[in-house]
């Protein structure tokens, strides 16, 4: 978005990729749809950046949702709000709005040099690229790094910036998973029998946070969109104490009494995983978790009496013992600090190098946000270049 900006303000540009071609991370997301942003309102949009919310405020009001949806538009990719009033794509996919953005790149003189990873600066200032034919050094009257975090390294983004940028005295606050997966010490039978499994219209709550959602069973542990949601909160306790306990509410709508009630007619000849399926409508994945909970606290599941039972569907005990590794999460916490930049995205530091997207210190949940905010922050970035390039030396303006 910084190179669009860029060249529609008539600076020549070049985009640096390490990887053979441009986009990779954004067709990956386009395979959920590309979810490129959220229609809620901006005061609760911009709460989703948590404690990074002031720092994004003037730049995504700058470049709001509706800017991106007509951007979009713009490049013949209309937008539709789904029933979550997540924004996506008509098309559902990224891969004709990269194709018709790089054509508009092209026609307006970006190039694209692709296969050169860079490596840093050398004694002159030159940005340095590894490629296929050796080192590369180019002089740049104004750089914009946007290397993204170190989730899918294998789509480009790997985080080794933050070693050339730490060795430049730049702050950078540790990279760390976040919409991620977290690892459950599930016992064989569960594992076996549910991995893949959703856990559908459940409550999570960690502390004094709840989110309401579907989860999935994995392998490993647990993962899907309303852990996602709280992955921050569960990072942030597994990684200070090692583990964290989520409380899973099987029956939110219901409360114990309503529950107990239903669960003290006769079971008869009905195995118990029949009864609870009936008597409070509980899905197989969900008793089984429940018989988790049981065998943790070194009683039979059929022991426990209605009113128990009531009172385990909505506070279900998940140990989580670790996270997923960051190279499987859709995004990464951490990056430059705010600090380290200027009010026009540029590092203090390192005057002419500016730096937007997910490589700054801002996290946010799924739901369109991560994009949004990648975007609105490339905008400004490219805009503060543009100005920077003004003032500094009118000369170099080409
Ligand atoms: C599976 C998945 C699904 C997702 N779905 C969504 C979604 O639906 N909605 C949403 O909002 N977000 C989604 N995201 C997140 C979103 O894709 C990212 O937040 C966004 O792409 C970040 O943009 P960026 O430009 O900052 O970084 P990136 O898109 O990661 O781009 C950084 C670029 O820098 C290049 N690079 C890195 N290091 C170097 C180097 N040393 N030299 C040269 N080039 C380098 C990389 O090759 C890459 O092309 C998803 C992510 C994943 C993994």
């Given at each position: 978005m910084a190179a669009e900006v860029l060249a529609q303000g008539g600076a020549r540009v070049t985009v640096f990729d390490t990887m053979p071609s441009a986009g990779r991370k954004f067709l990956m997301a386009g395979?959920?749809?590309?979810?490129?942003?959220?229609?809620?309102?901006l005061p609760q949009f911009m709460a989703r950046y948590r404690e990074a919310a002031p720092r994004l405020q003037a730049t995504i009001e700058e470049f709001p949702p509706d800017a991106l949806r007509a951007w979009s538009e713009a490049l013949g990719e209309p937008t539709f709000v789904g029933t979550s009033g997540r924004v996506f794509p008509k098309a559902f996919k990224a891969s004709p709005l990269l194709r018709a953005w790089l054509r508009r790149l092209d026609a307006a003189g970006v190039q694209f040099a692709f296969r050169h990873r860079w490596s840093g600066w050398d004694g002159d200032g030159r940005l340095l690229f590894q490629t296929a034919d050796g080192a590369s050094a180019v002089a740049a009257c104004a750089t914009v790094l946007a290397l993204g975090g170190a989730s899918w390294p294998r789509l480009g983004s790997d985080g080794s910036w933050v070693d050339i940028l730490a060795a430049k005295g730049v702050a950078v606050a540790r990279l760390r998973p976040a919409n991620s997966g977290f690892r459950v010490a599930w016992s064989d039978v569960f594992r076996d029998r549910f991995e893949g499994q959703p856990l559908k219209g459940v409550a999570l709550t960690i502390g004094a946070h709840t989110v309401r959602g579907e989860a999935m069973i994995t392998r490993s542990g647990i993962e899907g969109g309303a852990i996602y949601a709280l992955s921050a909160e569960l990072r942030e306790a597994v990684l200070d104490l090692g583990q964290a306990r989520l409380m899973v509410a099987l029956r939110p709508d219901l409360d114990a009494a309503a529950l107990t009630t239903r669960l003290s007619g006769t079971r008869g000849k009905q195995s118990l995983a029949n009864f609870l399926r009936k008597a409070a409508q509980l899905s197989p994945v969900g008793i089984g978790l429940m018989q988790e909970a049981a065998i943790a606290s070194g009683?039979?599941?059929?022991?426990?009496?209605p009113a128990e039972l009531a009172q385990l569907i909505n506070a279900i005990p998940v140990q989580l013992t670790g996270v997923a590794p960051i190279d499987r999460a859709i995004s990464t916490a951490g990056g430059i600090r705010f600090d380290e930049l200027d009010e026009h995205f540029m590092l203090r530091k390192l005057p002419g190098v500016f730096a937007a997207g997910e490589m700054l210190d801002w996290e946010a949940p799924t739901g369109g946000y991560l994009l949004q905010a990648s975007f609105a922050t490339g905008a400004a970035a490219g805009r503060d270049v543009l100005q920077w390039l003004a003032g500094a030396t009118p000369s170099l303006r080409a």
């Open positions: 395979r959920g749809g590309l979810n490129l942003t959220h229609s809620e309102p009683r039979p599941l059929a022991s426990f009496s």
